[in-house]
Structure formats: C-alpha cells, structure tokens
C-alpha cells in the first residue's frame, strides 16, 4: 500500500546518487546573489528550513514562533542571531504563513515534511539508487504538491523570467519523478519557494514557469 511504499522509499539500499548532484554546472545568473552583495549563508539556510518545518507540523497551534525561539533554531544551526538576523528570518517565515502554499496546506489530507527518499533506478546498467530529502510534499485531490525552499538572496524582478534550465529545475523534476514512484501516485506540481522574495515558482505542473 501507499504508507509502505513511503515507508520502504526512505530505506538505505544499493549505491547511493544524490538528487542535489544533478544540478547543472552553469547557474541561472538570476538565482546568484546580489553582485554587490554576499548571500544569507548555509547556516542561515539551514535555521529557515528547521522554522518552516516547525511551523507546518505545528500548522494547528496558531500561537506564532517567539524571535527568542528564532534566535535559538540560528545560535543551534550556527547562523549569527543577531536582531537583523532574527527579524529576516521571521519575515521568511511569515511570507510563506501568508502564501497560497500555506492555504492548500490547510485542505492537505497527507502532509510530510523534510522527507528522506531512496529510489532506486530501474533502467540504470549498474544498480543506483537515487536519494534526496524533499522539504514538503502534501496530497490535494489533483495529486501530490512538492515544495523546496530556497533561501537565496535574488531579483524578485527576475522571479517571473526563470528559464527553464535554472540550477534548481533538474532537482525539482528528478524530485518529482522519483516521489511518484515511491508513492505510486501523480505529482501535480513541484516548485520552489524563495522564502527572501515570498515567491513560489512551479517548475512541474500546469503552473511551471516555462
């Protein structure tokens, strides 16, 4: 059944083939930080995404995350918690609280979060299995939605003009092939949300950005 197919897809088998690897070579320029500017940082990155995982599997609780409690999730991710910091990373959080993502959640009837998956590659020559975490994933009643969060400091302006080639769009669609063959259900869309513009763009479904 589905729960066992979930269940056995985030089991460790065979050699392993990173999802994130397959990210081309040559990035869209528009998904590089400011020129003038330096980005966010890996550790800052990592604190938004354990904020927005607290905040959709406390997506019942409406009492909202305390900036103490933000400054906590930077100081343990290793990130500086600073005011600034802490306002910016509540700001992220509370984009996402008031996007369309955050309302289909609420209508979900499956919903998981920070996912580990292993998908093994039938047509590969030599046995591979492909791995990755895959930040949300819940079930409407089209099929399942797909969500990466991404952290980068870029030109909202460029958001609407992604090409279809952009570093992240191999590893949303290898995403959602691989989720559709470990739950045996269609994908309706994967995206990624900008969390610094409070932007979703689709890059598989009827809405992908193409």
Not at 120 to 130: G, K, M, T
Not at 137 to 156: N, P, T
Not at 169 to 192: D, K, N
Request: hydrophobic share 40%.
């Amino acid at each position: 059944n589905r729960q066992t197919r979930i269940r056995n897809g985030a089991q460790p088998s065979y050699r392993a083939e990173s999802v994130i690897d397959e990210k081309p070579g040559s990035p869209d320029i528009s998904l590089d930080p400011e020129d003038d500017q330096d980005g966010y940082g890996e550790e800052f990155g990592t604190a938004l995404h354990v904020l927005l995982d607290q905040r959709v599997r406390m997506r019942n609780d409406e009492s909202s995350i305390t900036s103490a409690a933000v400054a906590a999730v930077l100081r343990q991710a290793g990130a500086e918690a600073t005011p600034e910091q802490v306002r910016r990373a509540d700001a992220m959080v509370g984009r996402f609280l008031d996007s369309s993502l955050w309302t289909e959640l609420q209508a979900a009837d499956l919903i998981y979060t920070e996912y580990p998956f292993a998908h093994e590659i039938a047509d590969a020559s030599v046995p591979v299995v492909r791995r990755g975490v895959i930040d949300l994933a819940y079930r409407r009643r089209e099929g399942w939605v797909l969500v990466d969060y991404k952290s980068d400091r870029i030109r909202e302006e460029t958001l609407a003009t992604l090409s279809d080639d952009h570093p992240y769009a191999q590893q949303i669609r290898t995403y959602a092939e691989s989720w559709a063959a470990v739950v045996g259900e269609p994908v309706h869309r994967a995206g990624l949300w900008f969390a610094d513009a409070g932007t979703h763009v689709a890059v598989v479904g009827p809405d992908a950005n193409r």
